[in-house]
C-alpha cells in the first residue's frame, strides 16, 4: 500500500510532503497574512438569476481582448442601470455586447465595472446555464463579489476607463437582414 506523509516545519515555514518516491518540499505562508475579503465594502447589489448572468457572460466573453496593452479591454464591462444590465467586452476590432432588461433590478445610480479576463470566465465556468435559482452580485469601486448557494467567488476589477461602447453601437438602423445561422 502506499501512502502520503504531510509533515510541517513551523520554525522554517516548510512544508514537506512524501509519497512513494517523490518528496516535495514547500514554503509556506502565515494564515494570518492570508487577505480578509469578507472586509471589502460593497456598495452596490442586484439579484439575477444564475442562468441568465451566465448568458451574459458567455455572450460577451470571447470578445474580450488578451494582453493588450490598453489594459481595461482586457477584461469585460458589466454595466448596470435601473432596469437593465449590459455587459460588454471587445478587443479593439470586434464588440460584443448582450443586454438584459429586468424591472426588478433597482440600483440607486448606474454603475460600471470592468472584470479581468481571468474572473470572468471562472465566474462563468462556475455558473450553470440551467439553473433558475438566484444570484447575488455585490460591487464596490474595487471589487465584484457573487454568492451562489455555498460558494462567494470575489475578484478584483480592472481600474481604468472603458470606451464608449454606446457610440460604436448605432442607436437606429435603416436595413435589416435576418440570415439563418
Known sequence: DSFILIEQDMDNSRLLIKGGRSRFELATLPAEDFPELDEIPLETEITITESQFKRLLDKTS???????VRYY????????????????????????????????????????????RKGALELSRILES???????????S??????????RFTSKLIDGKY????AAVPSSTTISIQLDR
Open 163 to 166: 470606451p464608449d461602447y454606446q
Open 73 to 116: 479591454l482586457n477584461g469585460l464591462l458589466l454595466d448596470i442601470e435601473a432596469g437593465v444590465i449590459n455587459t460588454v467586452s471587445t478587443d479593439g476590432h470586434r464588440l460584443a455586447l448582450c443586454e438584459f432588461k429586468d424591472e426588478a433590478i433597482k440600483v440607486d445610480e448606474r454603475s460600471s465595472i470592468i472584470v479581468p
Open 142 to 151: 474595487n471589487h465584484i463579489r457573487v454568492e451562489k448557494d455555498n460558494v
Open 130 to 140: 440551467s439553473a433558475d435559482v438566484s444570484v447575488k452580485v455585490q460591487m464596490s
Open 62 to 68: 470571447f470578445c474580450m481582448a488578451n494582453q493588450d
